[in-house]
């Protein structure tokens, strides 16, 4: 084939690929010398070169200033006599900045060095890339983002219940060789806060307040917001008084027509308590029990003026009903219930045949069984005391528990017939002491049962009068001591 047909094929070859094939001859001065340069060279380079100019020092000129040290690098290892490759960008004549891939290979001629090199346009490839890093940056940013929000308050970024619960695992772990203090910290007069001067304001004052807690806690223990105006500690060590005085500090706030302060209840981990349940359990109680701070809240106030008025009026009634509240407080206890939980408990216990203050003495005295239309009378008492109760607003839930009170598990109870968990729990646990103490206690037409015969009834009737898991509690606790002592405790 002669010289002008081998060109020629050449060209037909270069021209029908995309990229740029070049052979540049690197001389001993250190610069270059374009020796062949084909087809797609003013596609990269944006242009035509310059008349006269050569096309690989016009090339090195077009190179983007921050990427010429990889450039450099590049062509040291060509004047090592090796193989390179090397992306960079190349800004062309018409202002387009392109990234190029270079791929080159040297060889010596003669003792001449000549590189041929094969250059593509990889820019689409790199745009690419880089919005796939992007995607992937934010992506990751995002799932840390929920991953930190699935753990922290939305409001004040204190962690949250979620996290504390993880953290008290952590904690209660045997494996664990240092010991925790839970401390659960709840704000007084902050509802009064709220209402006077809105919302926002009550936001911004829990900001504040956590930023102080968060600074107290640094470098030392947890701070976490529960919810409303709860928040909670895990500190390592035991609870000293500096800090419990500095947490006092932290969470008060004092101003015209105003005053925030704080009260708290902790458990010790895990000399106190050994499961996460355990410790939440007790630093609630000690909490509640310091919130009351020995007064009567208004809700017990009021319970007790009713058992007062009920006990004047029959008081064997009011005994009775005084060793159900003792006997279900013990039950609640059993079953993990918590200190507000059992106060309505106990509240409801007191209360629940305050009803029966409507029925005539001749029908609860009755010596002997109840005629079907005195039952029917008899069993509007539940719906009576309820009615009574609930012009207490801060005793509508008891009323509710009082009114389900006389409700068997089965569906077959009065005054509404529901079975199940659908009644509350503290009125099933009420309906077996209230079964028991009845059964114990001497009446006109019989004698009392032992405590022993009392059990067994009950749980004869287990799933179907009773809850079993109420009857099952109430074993256990008549079990742990006997019943003078119970009612004494």
């Given at each position: 084939m002669a010289a002008a047909d081998r060109a020629a094929a050449l060209l037909r070859i270069t021209g029908s690929i995309d990229d740029y094939l070049y052979t540049n001859e690197h001389l001993f001065d250190g610069s270059r010398r374009s020796v062949y340069s084909g087809a797609n060279r003013e596609r990269l380079m944006g242009g035509a070169i310059p008349a006269g100019a050569d096309a690989a020092t016009e090339w090195e000129q077009r190179i983007v200033p921050e990427d010429w040290p990889l450039h450099l690098a590049h062509r040291e290892r060509l004047g090592r006599g090796e193989s390179s490759e090397v992306v960079y960008r190349l800004l062309g004549y018409d202002g387009v900045t392109r990234w190029v891939c270079a791929r080159t290979r040297p060889s010596r001629v003669d003792g001449r060095l000549f590189v041929d090199g094969i250059v593509s346009d990889v820019t689409a490839r790199v745009e690419a890339e880089k919005a796939l890093i992007a995607s992937q940056t934010e992506l990751r940013e995002q799932m840390e983002l929920n991953a930190h929000q699935a753990l922290h308050d939305a409001l004040t970024g204190l962690a949250n219940r979620r996290k504390l619960l993880l953290d008290l695992d952590a904690a209660t772990d045997r494996s664990e060789?240092?010991?925790?203090?839970?401390?659960?910290?709840?704000?007084?007069?902050?509802?009064?806060?709220?209402?006077?001067f809105g919302h926002p304001a009550g936001?911004?004052?829990?900001?504040?307040?956590?930023?102080?807690?968060?600074?107290?806690?640094?470098?030392?223990?947890?701070?976490?917001?529960?919810?409303?105006?709860?928040?909670?500690?895990?500190?390592?060590?035991?609870?000293?008084?500096?800090?419990?005085?500095?947490?006092?500090?932290?969470?008060?706030?004092?101003?015209?027509?105003?005053?925030?302060s704080a009260a708290w209840g902790e458990a010790a981990i895990p000399a106190e308590a050994q499961t996460p349940d355990a410790a939440l359990s007790l630093a609630d109680r000690r909490l509640y029990e310091r919130k009351q701070g020995g007064r009567r809240s208004t809700s017990r106030q009021i319970a007790d003026?009713?058992?007062?008025?009920?006990?004047?009026?029959?008081?064997?009634?009011?005994?009775?009903?005084?060793?159900?509240?003792?006997?279900?407080?013990?039950?609640?206890?059993?079953?993990?219930?918590?200190?507000?939980?059992?106060?309505?408990?106990?509240?409801?216990?007191?209360?629940?045949?305050?009803?029966?203050?409507?029925?005539?003495?001749?029908?609860?005295?009755?010596?002997?069984?109840?005629?079907?239309?005195?039952?029917?009378?008899?069993?509007?008492?539940?719906?009576?005391?309820?009615?009574?109760?609930?012009?207490?607003?801060?005793?509508?839930?008891?009323?509710?528990?009082?009114?389900?009170?006389?409700?068997?598990?089965?569906?077959?109870?009065?005054?509404?017939?529901?079975?199940?968990?659908?009644?509350?729990?503290?009125?099933?646990?009420?309906?077996?002491?209230?079964?028991?103490?009845?059964?114990?206690?001497?009446?006109?037409?019989?004698?009392?049962?032992?405590?022993?015969?009392?059990?067994?009834?009950?749980?004869?009737?287990?799933?179907?009068?009773?809850?079993?898991?109420?009857?099952a509690a109430f074993a256990h606790v008549l079990c742990e001591c006997t019943l003078p002592e119970l009612l004494a405790s």
């Open positions: 060789v240092v010991d925790h203090t839970l401390v659960l910290c709840d704000l007084d007069g902050f509802k009064l806060y709220n209402d006077s936001d911004a004052l829990l900001v504040r307040l956590s930023r102080r807690l968060e600074s107290l806690m640094a470098g030392t223990g947890v701070a976490y917001r529960l919810g409303g105006d709860e928040f909670c500690l895990l500190l390592p060590g035991p609870l000293d008084e500096p800090t419990r005085e500095a947490v006092g500090v932290a969470l008060s706030e004092k101003g015209e027509g105003f005053t925030v003026v009713l058992t007062s008025a009920l006990t004047e009026r029959n008081p064997e009634l009011g005994l009775h009903l005084q060793d159900v509240a003792e006997l279900a407080s013990l039950v609640g206890i059993r079953l993990g219930m918590g200190p507000a939980d059992l106060d309505e408990l106990r509240q409801a216990a007191q209360l629940h045949d305050l009803g029966k203050m409507a029925i005539p003495d001749e029908l609860l005295q009755k010596a002997g069984p109840l005629e079907p239309d005195e039952w029917r009378f008899m069993r509007q008492h539940p719906v009576i005391g309820e009615r009574i109760i609930a012009v207490a607003p801060c005793l509508r839930s008891t009323a509710t528990i009082v009114r389900a009170s006389h409700e068997r598990f089965d569906g077959g109870g009065y005054p509404d017939g529901i079975a199940g968990t659908t009644i509350p729990l503290s009125a099933r646990i009420i309906a077996v002491c209230d079964a028991f103490s009845a059964m114990v206690g001497e009446r006109p037409y019989r004698n009392g049962m032992s405590a022993a015969e009392a059990i067994e009834e009950l749980r004869r009737n287990a799933g179907t009068q009773f809850d079993p898991e109420a009857v």
